[in-house]
Structure formats: C-alpha cells, structure tokens
C-alpha cells in the first residue's frame, strides 16, 4: 500500500500553502534517523545498482541499453506506459469527477472499489485478465472474430497498465475537486458559458496539476509492471517484452550487466519523473502563497 | 492509530516477540540441527519431494537412529534457486533443473568440483520432452515438424526467464541438429533445424514465464493446441486426476535434473551424516520408485520395474550430445543466440 500513502502525500501538499501550520525545523535526532532509514531502505540499493551498471564504463553501459532487444523493451515500455496515460487521465478525471459530483445508489461501494487495484497483487491482475480477455473466454472469441487480439498482444500491455494504474489519477484529482469552491463555475454558468465551457475554462485550470501527478505517479509505476504484464503481453522479444520482463530474463540468462542497465534507465526515469514533479509543486506552492 | 500507553506497551512487547521468535525460527526448534536438513529445490520436485521422498525417508531415518529428522524445504525457480544459494541461502541440498545452474554453485565455490562422481552422475531425476496435445489429437502431432504447420498453436515458457524451459527448445534443436550431424558431422547444415525453430516459433501463441504457467493455460484457459513439457509434469497432472494427453516425438531430449550437497550449509549445521544418508536414498531404488511414481524415470535401473508401459522413443538424446549446457547457453540462448535471433525473425516477419 505504499502507492497509495504516495497518492495521499502528492495530494496533501497542493492544498494552499498559506492554510499551513508554521514548519518547525525537526530535532536533530528525528532529522537523522529518518535520513538514515531512508539512506538504508532507499537510497543504497539504488546506489549500488546503479554503480555495478556503470562498473564496465559508459560506453559498455550505452551498447547495453541499445542492443536491440533491450532497445526495443525500453521502447516499448515507454510507449505502452504513455498510451495508458493518455487512457488513465481522461477516464480517471471522469471517474472522480462523477463520484465527487453526483449521487447515485452504490456510490460508496464504488469509492472503496477504487483503491482494489493496488491491493490485488499483480500476477492475479495478470491471470484475470485472462480469464476475462482470454482466447477461450466469451469476451476473447468476440474479440479474436474481430480480429482483435488483446491477450499475447501489446494491447493486453496497456490493459495490465490501466488496470495496476487505476487509482492513482482518480485519488489525486478526489480531494482537489471536493475542496473546489463552486462559486466560480455557477457564475460563469449565471454568464451563459455551456457546461463545456465551464469545465475547460473554470475547472479544468484548477484540476491540472493534480491530473498531472496522478498521470506522472501512474507513469512511474507502468514503467517497473512486471506480474501482470509477465501475464498477459506473451513476452516476444521485439513485440510484447516489455523492460521489466527482460531483465529478469537477462538475469536468468546470466547477462548481468544488461540487466543493471535497462533497470538503471527505468530507475533514472522514474527518479526524474518524481523530481520533476515536485520541483512543479514547489513552484506552485510559491506561487499560491504570493 | 492512537493508542493508551498500557496497550501501546503490550503492542511493542508483542511486536519484539514476534521478531524475535522469526529470528529463533530460522534454526528450527525442536531437532537438534545434526538432525535437520535444508532443502533448496527447484518448482517441479516440489510434489515428489514434499509428499513422497521427505516422509519416506524420514520413517527410515527414524528405524536406524531412532530419531525424528527435521526438513526445511524451499522451492523457487531453479535459476533463482541457484542463485540464491549462490549469495548465501543456506540449503543443505541443492536440486535444480539443469547441471548449468548446479555450475553456477561450483563456481561460487558451494558445491565440490567432483559432484558429478557418484554412480549416477550427479543426476537425481530423469524425465523426456514431450508435447501435450488436446484430447482426440485434432491437430495430428506425432512429431517436432507438426509443431510447425500453419494453424497449431503452441506453448511453450519463454526460455529466457525460465532457465528449465530451455529443455523444450534445447530438444526441438537438438533433433534437427544431430539429423544434420549426421549427414556431416564436421561441418553440419543447419538451415534445416533454423527453419523448423522459425516455423514453430511463429506458431507460438504465448511464451509464459514459467512451465506450471505453460500448463495452465493449455489446461485452464484452454490456449493453443500443443503444449511443449516434460513427461513428469503431465504425468503429475494425470496423478492428481487432470489428465491431459501427450506424444513422445521419436527423437527427444533426456532430462536430467542434478543434485548435490551445498559443503559450506552442511558444514555450518553439521549435518554431514543425514545429508549424506538423504543424497543416497534420493538415487537408491526405493527413492527412485518414489520419483517413477511422479512422473519421473529412474535413473536407477534397479527401479526400471516401476515404469511399466511408458512408451520409449525411437530415438532419446542428452545434453551432453549437443555439446553441454554452456554451448548451447551460448549457440542458442546469448544476445546472438540462435533461438534469440529467431524469436525476433519471426515477429518482424509477422509484420511484414
């Protein structure tokens, strides 16, 4: 559940700096521990696996990552994690925007559905995606009459991604849209502006950034899937191998070093991802409070 | 959670002692460690070993000492296996899928350089490459070629991730190869052999990460018309009353599966006299039966009586006719690896 208390801390520092507390600097002791076990738990591991990937030098580094097949899974990786992005945003938005705004019958249960994803452990994803989309289940014959295939194919990617990504754009666009203070948008609807208008104009300027983390939280998180992609995609080298799955197939084949380095790329991105977006908070938050 | 200060207490005690005692655990409790024995294995002698070798062979141990031995199992991948052992996972004994990784604990010094000295070469278990087909055999396949034709769909782990799936692929190879052997054993042709490993590689519909993956969605989800195996493993489907049907293609590969006792593990726990007496039962012909008994085939022939009326191939070969595990690592399985090459060959085809 560590993704979600990600979420849940992304969120918590868009609220406007002004209604904080004052920050006390943390005693020394607190400060120092709290370093340390981040030093230990997070930092080291990275470090030392980023160290041995460039132990053989930079070159050996760079024709690891653009051998073709390692090419080609880091490719793909980016691709499919981008496309289901694209997916999670408009389609997590509306979620969040249709139980905030409206009340039907099942609306609790629905809200508590929501963070289910991230409790069901991935290779389950995998296997029920199977069963659903599956050569022999009913969903997968139409399907496949269709000429679609989905499952053993790059689309069944994008649905593992969709499906292991499903709460982070929904719980980071929740809260901001229930502290949204309504009065702008029935004025610009007393002004005659559609529902359309107000939406673009009004409500999605104030909505962006959050749609923005959730979409670079999900972004990170696609981009290291492994159990229900391993699952579902069909793992062939220069068509569903996504990153992950080839390096543990690299580390399985003895190709150490190949490994280290395509997990060096996936981590540096995601190091990036993070940095990047808190950077744009922190300038949010300056700006905010003056 | 805020809690009071008396059940705050009593949560840190209970917390402390659950810690503790996962770090008792580790040494096992009651038998004295002369009397236990670790056992690090790979996936699929889980059933044989687990239900059947471990209670018999602790019912003798119990006759001739009198006293009630202690097993710890783990059973993981036998790549990961190996390489977990490899970096510290103290096993007692090893049993993995191929004598590559059991080379990996060579090299990492855990197991001696002569532990393939014994009467059976180090092997504990043998079993074929067959292939399971659906029930009637609608798609004729009687041999590797019918894996090719167009409109079979095949299954078969990736070889990448499961290091024991390269037995499937290292078989369908080594047909071709040593009918190419044959004809010119200097300098054998091999078009014939690539073009057979394309052709059925197009047919696969989905590489799983593992056999018992594999197996699963031929049987479950009903995938594809041919699923690529070893006998054992069907046989222990049809033992738990799940049967599926198979072939045994006229030329195919021996599997044989190594076992060896880690030095360093046995000589921490001092056990040298239990891992000793389990290294033997596991190759003598009541351990054997045990295994025939789970699919396997003796590699005992005192126990030979235990397989009655399981077909023999025309023609079975051994790694070691293909050159050995790390050649065919190398020839088949590295980044210009035969099988790699090809795998990616026929996807850019697919798109063309």
Redesign the interface.
């Known amino acids: 559940m560590a993704a979600a208390a990600t979420v849940a801390a992304a969120t918590t520092t868009k609220t406007p700096h002004h209604a904080h507390p004052r920050r006390e600097r943390a005693p020394l002791v607190l400060r120092g521990a709290s370093l340390l076990y981040l030093g230990v738990m997070v930092v080291l591991p990275m470090l030392a696996m980023t160290v041995q990937a460039f132990q053989p030098g930079p070159r050996a580094f760079w024709s690891a990552v653009t ?3 390692a090419w080609h899974a880091l490719k793909l990786t980016f691709a499919t994690a981008f496309i289901m992005v694209i997916v999670g945003a408009i389609t997590g938005t509306a979620t969040a925007w249709v139980i905030v705004r409206y009340e039907f019958p099942g609306r609790g249960l629905v809200n508590a559905l929501i963070d289910l994803p991230f409790a069901v452990p991935t290779v389950v994803t995998g296997v029920m995606l ?2 659903l989309y ?4 009913v969903v997968g014959a139409i399907m496949a009459k269709g000429g679609w295939r989905v ?2 194919n790059q689309p069944g990617i994008i649905l593992a991604l969709l499906f292991v990504t499903y709460p982070f754009v929904i719980r980071s666009v929740q809260p901001v849209l229930l502290a949204l203070d309504r009065t702008e948008e029935e004025a610009a609807a007393t002004l005659g502006a559609g529902p359309m208008t107000t939406f673009l104009r009004i409500t999605l300027p104030t909505l962006w950034p959050s749609i923005l983390t959730g979409s670079a939280l999900s972004f990170s998180r696609a981009l290291g899937e492994y159990g229900s992609v ?2 579902i995609a ?6 569903t191998k996504t990153a992950p ?1 080839y390096v ?8 150490r070093h ?1 490994a280290l380095a395509v997990s060096a790329v996936l981590l540096a991105t995601s190091l990036l991802i993070l940095v990047v977006l808190n950077a744009l908070q922190r300038g949010r938050e300056i700006h905010d409070a003056a | 959670m805020e809690l009071p200060p008396s059940r705050r207490l009593r949560f840190g005690l209970a917390a402390a002692a659950m810690l503790a005692s996962v770090a008792a655990g580790c040494d096992g409790p009651s038998a004295a460690p002369a009397d236990s024995l670790k056992i690090g294995g790979y996936s699929v002698v889980r059933e044989v070993l687990h239900e059947g070798i471990i209670p018999a062979f602790a019912r003798k141990w119990k006759e001739k000492t009198g006293r009630e031995p202690e097993f710890a199992e783990s059973y993981s991948a036998s790549g990961a296996q190996a390489r977990s052992i490899a970096s510290g996972f103290d096993a007692d004994v090893a049993a993995l899928s191929h004598s590559g990784d059991m080379e990996i604990l060579v090299k990492a010094g855990k197991v001696a350089k002569d532990w393939r000295e014994g009467p059976y070469k180090g092997i504990m278990t043998n079993s074929l490459v067959v292939i399971g087909h659906r029930e009637g055999n609608p798609k004729g396949i009687h041999d590797w070629a019918d894996l090719g034709k167009p409109g079979v769909g095949v299954l078969y782990p990736d070889p990448k991730t499961s290091g024991g799936a390269r037995w499937n692929v290292n078989a369908i190879f080594g047909s071709g190869y040593l009918e190419a052997a044959a004809k010119d054993a200097g300098k054998p042709d091999l078009s014939a052999v690539k073009d057979l490993m394309a052709k059925i590689q197009a047919n696969v519909v989905n590489m799983d990460p593992s056999g018992r993956q594999s197996m699963a969605n031929f049987a479950k989800f009903r995938t594809g018309d041919a699923v690529v195996t070893y006998e054992n493993e069907l046989l222990l489907r049809a033992k738990e009353g799940d049967a599926i049907p198979y072939i045994i293609p006229p030329a195919t590969l021996l599997i044989e599966s190594p076992v060896a006792l880690v030095g360093p593990s046995v000589k921490k726990h001092g056990n040298a006299e239990i891992a000793q007496a389990f290294l033997e039962f596991l190759t003598s012909a009541e351990g054997q039966r045990i295994f025939a008994e789970y699919g396997f085939r003796p590699v005992n022939p005192e126990a030979k009586d235990a397989v009655p009326g399981r077909l023999e191939p025309a023609k079975v070969f051994t790694t070691a006719d293909l050159g050995g595990w790390k050649k065919l690592s190398d020839e088949l399985y590295s980044t210009n690896g035969l099988w790699t090459t090809i795998a990616a060959e026929v996807v850019q085809n697919r798109r063309n």
């Open positions: 051998e073709p097949y199977v069963a599956g050569p022999d289940s499952v053993y391993v699952m069909g793992n062939q080298p220069m068509l799955i543990f197939g690299e580390i399985e084949s003895g190709n190949g």
